[in-house]
């Protein structure tokens, strides 16, 4: 008996209020601003459509178009091939060293994807380590850049949140229902095709449209390993970045058509999913097996061989960082320099790493609980308005973003743009979204009617909300904090929009310092960013004890 | 104390209405119990009361005082919920004394308080423990002892046994009803157990798609059944069809009971309503309702028939068992009512057509 309730003015519908005025200004504002920058002539002052029709009328814009789609279509089944059967090999056998792979495919999945990329290169590029090798023996490796490049680097990146999503969904399925479908019998690979994989499908739908939208957003690997081959973001950039050439009402455009693009996919997921939504939740789940000889070893190889490639690259980055450099090339010895370097140039990159997302985190996490507490507690036509606005960051790419807030805020009285106030915004509005639906499953598993316990003991609304809900919410709410804070210490695609010198943060100077060809420092922040990953998640095991990731 | 008065009370979500018109009242110091199928607003009138659901229409008064518009945290109720609502991040005491912080009271006194009623509720060496550490049933003492310290003017309790294993809900059932007397607080019972009910409320309310169908002790309501929804729901029972012809009971095989003086009922279909144990069953005879045993099962004290009769109905009956043999699957009987027990209800089961005190009024 869930009722809509009528908008009242008590503390919550002011919250309500409070939250639609940030979402107003740094949300709604930034996007209309850039709509309107899409079709106004700055010579004329006058409405037209001059920047779409460049846009559709020269195969050139079209073609990163569909490079994008073709992109990120293929990395997204490409993560799930990947991700599915591993996840599914995890949970239904015994495998020796799985806690350990598990955090190393955490790790795999919280770095930023263009430090994949990067490491890539070094390893399988023109004069990479392994293309060398290769060349050695007479065997000439196939050509790293370019599409199969990206698709490469953004499987590998992408597939661990298949694995955490599906990993999740299995521990819901009842192991009797596995019993059942045996008893009738459906077993092995049967089984799995015909009973886990439709069960399983919702969870599926909803990882492969994160894996979409990561992919097509992703701004980074496609402008390191991308070379000729043009993606959406990479265009997107330079025409907004480029000062000479550049066109701020193009680049809007394109912003424009971005969006269009990832909300189509949105609703067209939605659609699906809905046909295939169901609940499901385990009494007993899933028991490992042992698995038999033969079947052990190549369960074996297979997971250990898809944890070693995926974790490859950070591992070489890191190698690297001890390498000695001379001018922009690695040479033969080993010492700390790159890091005395890193951190005589860069040490205020750092602090930033530190500074801005910890700031974003604060806001996220108090934002978020309220807003999950309206969604959940009280329903009505503008907390529901809440809830959608909350979702638009979800289908906006992050170089979007940085566009919309950089452009909207570079006046006066509205002057944000080079503080590093705007990258904690940037950041809030990104990550709320994610933040939220954690908090929302959180609510949704604490009963009404303790709060109503409360408030019949005569405790106010916001004393309960205080004193009993928050504290019974607080576990959740500080794994989900850590996530968030990993995933804010590695984002790329905003930053490098709103980024000033005295605001660039570590993924930022690594992608710098990537580009001018210092390698050496590039690979000391790197791994710099990759210890700070490792001691949250730390942190978060540790907090979490037992409990499983999601994102 | 407080005696509560609903005056026709509405709850509608939406365009759905679930409770149209309903009055009650229920008095100071007794255990008053809803009972009713699920869905038939009982826990909707409850939450009513407690202030959680909004009230569409007609007043509720505590005493004279109408509470209408009254927060719930201003409406000084004590209120037990089907899980319990214990807060799982407080100790024992700390739950119980929540309360009585929110009150404003001085420390001395709500250690005090606190304490006497961990004591009564024999919790008291549990204090310092945290909740879920703590059984079903401790935790039950726990939501009681939470409730009563605050010393509301009523006490709600929404289906508090439903999550207790069968042992577990007897002994809550009586620790419930002793502490009950002992507070003498004004109670509002909601269980969809009619057993439950019967054992230890005052008074019940049956309800049924958001009416009130009966108000009575436990006795009344069983024997006397207003309608036939009321005298199926509590307790088991056979319904029959019949006439009723100069004021004699006719069944359609033939047999013929008389009313007596005491009933004048005229001419009309009706339905019977038989408890199973106001059937006498015996081997052979020349008046009553033939039929064949079909099953039987003995249980101790009684023994259960499944007795087909020669219109085609299996009705259900239960004899105090005895030293000889039982009848068997098979066996030709006859079946006689005991006439003074039975209820004899309109065509449309709406009207109980027997006369008897507990309608008067």
């Not at chain 2, 007397?181 to 005052?202: F, L, N, P, W």
Request: hydrophobic content about 45%; overall charge positive.
């Amino acid at each position: 008996m869930k009722a809509k309730q009528k908008f009242t003015l008590d503390i919550w519908g002011l919250i309500t209020l409070g939250i639609i005025g940030v979402y107003l200004l740094f949300l709604l504002y930034p996007m209309a601003h850039l709509m309107k920058q899409s079709v106004y002539d700055p010579q004329t002052g006058q409405f037209s459509m001059e920047n779409f029709i460049k846009f559709f009328s020269k195969s050139y814009y079209l073609n990163t178009l569909l490079n994008s789609f073709k992109v990120s279509l293929s990395a997204t089944f490409l993560s799930i091939l990947i991700g599915t059967p591993l996840a599914y090999l995890f949970s239904a056998y015994k495998i020796r060293g799985k806690s350990m792979l598990n955090i190393l495919i955490i790790i795999a999945s919280m770095s930023a994807p263009f430090i994949g990329a990067y490491s890539w290169i070094l390893l399988l590029g023109r004069s990479g380590v392994i293309t060398v090798f290769f060349r050695k023996l007479g065997i000439v490796l196939p050509d790293i850049y370019g599409f199969s490049g990206i698709v490469l680097v953004m499987s590998l990146q992408l597939f661990p949140l298949v694995f955490l999503y599906v990993r999740g969904a299995l521990a819901n399925i009842d192991n009797s229902l596995l019993e059942a479908a045996n008893n009738l019998g459906c077993s092995g690979l049967k089984c799995f095709f015909k009973v886990v994989i439709p069960l399983i499908m919702p969870t599926l739908l909803a990882a492969g449209l994160l894996v979409f939208m990561r992919a097509f957003a992703d701004f980074g690997t496609p402008m390191l390993i991308g070379e000729g081959y043009r993606t959406f973001p990479v265009v997107l950039y330079t025409e907004f970045v480029n000062e000479v050439k550049g066109n701020d009402g193009f680049a809007a455009a394109i912003a424009i058509i971005a969006i269009i693009i990832t909300t189509f996919v949105f609703l067209v997921q939605k659609y699906i999913s809905n046909k295939h939504s169901f609940e499901i939740s385990a009494l007993h789940p899933m028991v490992e097996k042992e698995p038999k000889k033969a079947q052990k070893f190549l369960i074996h190889l297979y997971a250990y061989l898809v944890v070693s490639i995926a974790i490859l690259p950070q591992v070489y980055v890191t190698y690297t960082s001890f390498k000695n450099t001379s001018g922009k090339i690695f040479v033969p010895g080993y010492s700390l320099r790159s890091y005395e370097t890193a951190f005589s140039k860069l040490g205020a990159s750092i602090q930033n790493t530190i500074i801005i997302p910890l700031l974003a985190l604060i806001i996220v996490v108090l934002l978020a609980v309220l807003i999950a507490y309206l969604a959940v507690r009280r329903r009505n036509a503008l907390t529901n308005t809440v809830d959608i606005l909350s979702m638009v960051p979800y289908i906006v790419p992050g170089t979007v973003l940085g566009i919309a807030l950089l452009s909207s805020f570079n006046r006066r009285p509205l002057l944000l743009s080079g503080t590093m106030l705007i990258m904690v915004i940037a950041l809030v509005i990104r990550r709320l979204p994610y933040t939220i639906r954690s908090s929302v499953a959180i609510l949704l598993q604490i009963p009404l009617s303790i709060e109503e316990a409360a408030i019949s003991l005569g405790a106010s609304k916001m004393k309960t909300f205080f004193q009993v809900t928050v504290p019974m919410m607080a576990a959740g709410i500080i794994s989900g904090a850590i996530l968030s804070w990993i995933t804010m210490i590695s984002e790329l695609s905003t930053a490098v929009i709103l980024y000033t010198g005295r605001t660039k943060t570590l993924t930022v100077a690594v992608f710098t310092e990537v580009l001018r060809g210092n390698y050496g420092v590039a690979a000391a922040l790197s791994s710099i960013l990759t210890v700070l990953t490792v001691i949250s998640l730390l942190v978060f095991n540790k907090i979490n004890a037992g409990r499983e990731i999601s994102l | 104390m407080s005696k509560i008065l609903i005056r026709h009370a509405v709850k509608k979500y939406g365009d759905h209405t679930v409770i149209p018109d309903l009055n009650l009242e229920i008095k100071d110091g007794e255990l008053f119990t809803l009972l009713g199928p699920s869905g038939c607003g009982k826990t909707t009138l409850l939450r009513m009361i407690a202030g959680f659901n909004s009230i569409e229409g007609g007043d509720i008064y505590f005493n004279d005082i109408r509470i209408n518009d009254l927060d719930p945290s201003k409406r000084n109720i004590g209120m037990v919920f089907q899980n319990y609502a214990i807060f799982p991040h407080m100790s024992v005491y700390d739950n119980v004394a929540f309360g009585l912080k929110n009150r404003k009271m001085e420390p001395k006194k709500i250690q005090e308080l606190t304490e006497q009623y961990l004591e009564l509720m024999q919790i008291a060496e549990y204090a310092s423990r945290m909740p879920n550490q703590l059984s079903g049933g401790q935790q039950q003492r726990i939501a009681l002892a939470r409730a009563l310290v605050i010393s509301p003017d009523v006490l709600l309790m929404d289906e508090p046994l439903s999550n207790l294993d069968a042992k577990l809900r007897l002994e809550m059932r009586s620790v419930i009803r002793h502490t009950q007397k002992e507070v003498g607080i004004t109670t509002v019972y909601v269980t969809h157990d009619q057993e439950e009910a019967m054992a230890i409320s005052d008074t019940i309310a049956v309800m049924k798609e958001g009416v009130i169908q009966q108000v009575g002790t436990a006795k009344e309501i069983y024997q006397r059944p207003k309608n036939l929804f009321v005298a199926s729901f509590i307790g088991r029972t056979n319904i029959l069809p019949a006439k009723v012809e100069e004021n004699a009971l006719l069944f359609p095989s033939g047999y013929r009971v008389e009313l007596g003086s005491g009933q004048q009922m005229e001419n009309q279909e009706v339905q019977c309503s038989i408890r199973p144990e106001e059937f006498v069953i015996s081997k052979q005879g020349d008046e009553g309702i033939h039929g064949v045993v079909r099953e039987y099962s003995y249980l101790g004290p009684n023994t259960h028939y499944a007795v087909e009769t020669v219109d085609g109905v299996t009705v259900e009956i239960i004899e105090e068992s005895s030293m000889e043999d039982e009848l068997k699957p098979g066996q030709k009987v006859l079946l006689q009512v005991k006439k003074e027990r039975i209820n004899i209800f309109d065509r449309t089961g709406r009207r109980n057509l027997v006369r008897s005190e507990a309608h008067e009024g």
